[in-house]
């Protein structure tokens, strides 16, 4: 661990001089099963029961359905799914415009209008819209770019979906254990061989409550990881198996969106693509987006809303905050007009990988496959990956399925399914668009296009990434634009944080690994980064070098960015967290 003196010449220090107090190989990887009377057993295990991990399972259910021989094989629970959140969904959030094959092909019964009686689906986009945001008063329509074309697309809720699939997936006969986290995985003789699940009930110093119960390891024939971008085991996995060898570091993006309910419903998908109110000089190396999607609910014929802010996680001012260029961003007149009138229901945060093909990790390992997020499956020009991650889901249930019906334990052929796919294909045409960016929104903007509009072919070769915990941060002035919360319809961290349901016990143990000792640089970049407001310094802490960073971690709603700028998400205890419900 590294601390002093890491500042660079110029004033500015890298998140990555003071990494986090954690080593997940030895921490989160366990070797060997307890003992049989002391395990669960299970056919296959799913970790992470959102869009990609449900998929999976019920794509599983489908097949084992048609054949007895191989369910009984697969003994009692032939599926089980470990979901941290209270209810599947609990922990999901997207914009969410989808791409509707990967569903249709997965529930080929069901028709878009079922979708919509289920409750997770709002309607088909007919129109759509993208516009500059030169300044904080002006816009530009600009003719939509082919990543932001959405006709015939449908506007969702990954949180209600995924409630919709855990209902299908227990109806089929999945186990599903929700309010669980898994927090180790378990290798023996160099095979993926289950998971172990977290303890439950201990105190601030880990100390063991009056109601505390042990985890238990849960042994299975395939593990299935689809935690999301970059999940806990996922990361422990590509150490122990050596998955991202030769590929690109990951990078991150961070987005925060509010539901709200207006009184005059919107007639497009509108994106925004700035630069205000990001700066355009590339020191602050700041490059996001927004987006505006209208949802009707059939079930209650409300009028409704999806806004939000997504912001790569390479910047390099400090004081970049999502949360709060979101509520500045809905002071724009193009949004007021949208949403003024209207009430928030909704708010949450999220992470996602944005480093695309070249930073996706070897797929499988021996008894296991990485789904999802957590396989870095999103098209991030468009914003889209709920469709890869239900294809992947249903790709990796359709490889082991195979496997396990000749008896063979190598998940190997889900590799070639993915590159084969769908997915493979348009991550492929992606592979290279994001990484002009990192020269800044103008010097890159020009090859981006480029790229977008060749379908990949120029600029060629592979375009390397850099880590975001690497860029050195200084502090800079995007804070001073920020607009002081109204309490109705700009708003503060923690009032926001309050609607998400959080439940996270006050004496819960800290799931957060951060050093506490830092540069002022980090400890602000930190302070703002995080849409919860979880980090603070202390008011008499000094203007510059080091500071203590106090983690209030019960705040947390486990977006994960913290990952990306020199810190460590854990899995808290089951059922901690954020309960959403349409984000
Ligand atoms: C802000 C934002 C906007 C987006 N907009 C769009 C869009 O408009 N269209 C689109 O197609 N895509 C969009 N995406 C991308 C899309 O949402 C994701 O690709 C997709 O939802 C990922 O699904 P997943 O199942 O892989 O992961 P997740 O939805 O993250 O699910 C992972 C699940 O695993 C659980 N979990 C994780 N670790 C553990 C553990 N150790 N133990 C137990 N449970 C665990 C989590 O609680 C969670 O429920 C957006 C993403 C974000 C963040
Ligand atoms: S502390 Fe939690 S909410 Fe805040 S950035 Fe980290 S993961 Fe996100």
């Given at each position: 661990m590294s601390g002093h003196g890491a500042s660079s010449s110029n004033g500015k220090v890298a998140p990555a001089a003071f990494p986090p107090p954690v080593d997940s190989q030895k921490e989160f990887v366990k070797h060997g099963l307890d003992g049989e009377d002391e395990l669960i057993e299970v056919g296959v295990v799913i970790v992470g029961g959102g869009t990609a991990g449900l998929a999976c399972a019920n794509r599983l259910l489908q097949l084992l359905a048609d054949d007895p021989e191989t369910m009984e094989r697969l003994g009692e629970v032939p599926v089980a799914v470990v979901e941290k959140a209270k209810t599947c969904g609990g922990h999901n959030l997207s914009g969410a415009v989808m791409r509707p094959g990967p569903l249709q092909e997965l529930f080929p019964d069901m028709s878009r209008e079922d979708w919509r009686k289920e409750g997770f689906a709002y309607g088909e986009v007919t129109k759509e819209a993208v516009y500059m945001t030169p300044s904080a008063k002006t816009k530009l329509r600009i003719p939509t770019p082919p990543n932001f074309k959405n006709h015939g697309n449908e506007v969702i809720s990954v949180s209600a979906m995924a409630r919709f699939q855990q209902r299908l997936a227990e109806d089929a006969g999945a186990y599903i254990l929700t309010e669980t986290s898994a927090t180790q995985l378990i290798v023996d003789d160099g095979r993926v061989v289950g998971v172990r699940s977290g303890d439950k009930g201990r105190g601030k110093d880990g100390e063991p409550l009056g109601n505390f119960e042990p985890g238990t390891d849960i042994k299975a024939q395939a593990t299935v990881l689809a935690e999301g971008c970059w999940g806990h085991l996922t990361g422990a996995a590509i150490q122990e198996f050596g998955l991202a060898e030769g590929r690109e570091p990951q990078v991150w993006e961070l987005g925060v969106k509010e539901v709200w309910k207006v009184p005059k419903p919107l007639d497009r998908v509108i994106h925004t693509i700035g630069p205000w109110p990001l700066k355009?000089?590339?020191?602050?190396?700041q490059i996001g987006g927004t987006w505006l999607y209208p949802m009707k609910d059939e079930k209650t014929g409300d009028d409704l809303v999806s806004i939000g802010f997504v912001i790569d996680l390479e910047y390099a001012d400090a004081t970049t905050s999502a949360h709060d260029l979101l509520q500045q961003f809905k002071l724009h007149p193009l949004v007021k007009g949208i949403l003024e009138g209207g009430e928030r229901v909704a708010w949450g945060a999220k992470a996602l990988p944005g480093g695309g093909y070249w930073s996706m990790p070897k797929l499988s390992m021996p008894g296991a496959v990485l789904v999802g997020d957590a396989g870095g499956m999103v098209d991030t020009v468009a914003l889209k990956g709920v469709h890869h991650s239900i294809m992947s889901g249903k790709l990796a249930a359709e490889s082991i399925y195979a496997s396990l019906v000749r008896g063979e334990s190598s998940f190997e052929s889900y590799e070639q399914a993915i590159e084969d796919s769908l997915v493979g294909k348009e991550l492929y045409q992606e592979r290279n668009t994001r990484q002009p960016f990192q020269k800044g929104f103008l010097m890159g903007g020009p090859m981006v296009n480029l790229n977008i509009v060749t379908k990949g072919r120029l600029p060629g070769g592979r375009w390397s990434w850099h880590r975001n915990d690497a860029k050195p941060m200084f502090i800079g002035k995007t804070k001073d634009n920020y607009p002081k919360p109204d309490g109705k319809y700009t708003f503060d961290k923690l009032s926001s944080v309050f609607i998400t349901g959080n439940a996270t016990r006050d004496d819960a143990p800290n799931h957060i690994r951060v050093q506490?000792?830092?540069?002022r640089e980090i400890a602000e970049t930190w302070q703002w980064m995080c849409p919860a407001g979880v980090y603070e310094i202390p008011e008499d802490a000094p203007e510059s070098g080091m500071v203590d960073v106090i983690v209030n971690y019960t705040n947390c709603v486990q977006c994960g960015a913290i990952t990306a700028k020199g810190g460590r998400l854990t899995t808290p205890e089951g059922g901690d967290g954020p309960l959403y419900q349409i984000t």
């Open positions: 355009l000089s590339a020191k602050y190396g506490k000792h830092v540069p």
